[in-house]
């Protein structure tokens, strides 16, 4: 349904108690008792277990899948499939100048694309009470995966100009996907830009962050928003150029010291964080992420625009009984500070 989206994030700033918003999506195939494989390929499956978690969950917003292979197997990169892991890209498709000339843009639809659109339309007919983000990976992430990860970084130095004919590329091929989830009735994008984190705070500007305004100034309006996330540890270095997208929320990683990241974070944009995923919603007790998240929120919430959540996506196979327990220990937090 459609929502005056820029109201809703005045709304929440005015707001003294803010409802938590994690990454949190891939945790109800345990709900469902299917796999992560099952969950990936079936539209049905994806709005259904959006809606499961949404009925359990007080959370702020609806979030999306984050399946960083997602884009990358559209542009015929080779993926490594799980039954309790999210996929993961193999190799390159990209390593030369010429190949990144000759590649070409995927249409919208293209491989798992369809399905991941559709579950989105289907999700946003189930979920009335709250926005719903659809999860899109980033132009610098999405790059290096077409040309290895580890090779991209160096790429950056010594091919440049390759790099930004991927990117281009890249970019367009997002805007044109995100345009179509906006169209389906999607409230806005998290947007993930994880491989940007990574870099100097030059090239962060030069090989990501130019691109991302490029993708917000593209399809940012009253009523549809981008959340821009990285969970990189240079993004406190970073955060002069992040700042420039234009997103009216940003959400950061457990690699960062949160409370040191809001004193960058003006006043009237949202910023979001950090309760680590692995250690504390995967493999954390009850005991632990209470304490986690009540220490982040007694650090951060005396910043008026903070919002707690997750530092990523919450992992497959996450415990309930600590996703319940984060969202217990906010209402316990804000309960306590009244």
């Known amino acids: 349904m459609k929502r005056n989206m820029k109201q809703w994030t005045l709304d929440m700033l005015a707001s003294p108690t803010k409802k938590p918003m994690p990454v949190l999506s891939f945790p109800a195939i345990q709900m469902m008792g299917i796999t992560v494989k099952e969950l990936i390929s079936d539209s049905d499956l994806q709005a259904k277990g959006m809606k499961m978690v949404a009925d359990r969950i007080d959370s702020a917003a609806s979030v999306s899948l984050m399946d960083l292979s997602l884009e990358a197997e559209c542009f015929g990169s080779i993926i490594r499939f799980s039954d309790d892991e999210v996929p993961t890209v193999i190799g390159s498709v990209v390593s030369s100048e010429e190949e990144a000339e000759a590649l070409e843009i995927p249409e919208i639809g293209a491989g798992r694309t369809s399905i991941y659109i559709e579950a989105i339309e289907k999700a946003a007919k189930l979920i009335c009470d709250r926005p719903i983000f659809a999860g899109v990976i980033g132009p610098f992430s999405l790059a290096g995966r077409l040309l290895d990860v580890s090779e991209a970084m160096i790429y950056c130095y010594e091919e440049p100009d390759m790099?930004?004919?991927?990117?281009?590329?890249?970019?367009?091929?997002?805007?044109?996907?995100?345009?179509?989830?906006?169209?389906?009735?999607?409230?806005?994008?998290?947007?993930?830009?994880?491989?940007?984190?990574?870099?100097?705070?030059?090239?962060?500007?030069?090989?990501?962050?130019?691109?991302?305004?490029?993708?917000?100034?593209?399809?940012?309006?009253?009523?549809?928003?981008?959340?821009?996330?990285?969970?990189?540890?240079?993004?406190?270095?970073?955060?002069?150029?992040?700042?420039?997208?234009?997103?009216?929320?940003?959400?950061?990683?457990?690699?960062?010291?949160?409370?040191?990241?809001?004193?960058?974070?003006?006043?009237?944009?949202?910023?979001?964080?950090?309760v680590d995923p692995a250690a504390q919603f995967r493999n954390g007790t009850v005991e632990s992420i209470k304490k986690e998240t009540k220490d982040i929120m007694s650090k951060c919430c005396k910043y008026p625009n903070f919002i707690i959540s997750s530092g990523c996506d919450i992992p497959p196979m996450s415990k309930w009984e600590n996703i319940d327990a984060f969202f217990e220990a906010a209402a316990e937090f804000y309960a306590e500070n009244r």
Request: net charge negative; proline share 4%.
């Open 163 to 274: 790099v930004h004919i991927v990117l281009d590329k890249v970019t367009r091929f997002i805007i044109k996907y995100i345009l179509e989830y906006k169209r389906v009735g999607a409230n806005g994008v998290v947007i993930a830009e994880p491989l940007a984190g990574l870099l100097s705070p030059d090239l962060a500007a030069e090989f990501s962050c130019e691109y991302m305004k490029k993708i917000v100034d593209a399809v940012q309006d009253d009523e549809f928003i981008v959340v821009y996330h990285n969970c990189g540890n240079c993004t406190i270095r970073q955060i002069d150029s992040i700042l420039t997208i234009g997103a009216p929320i940003y959400h950061f990683g457990n690699a960062i010291d949160m409370e040191e990241m809001m004193t960058h974070i003006p006043e009237d944009i949202l910023a979001s964080g950090n």
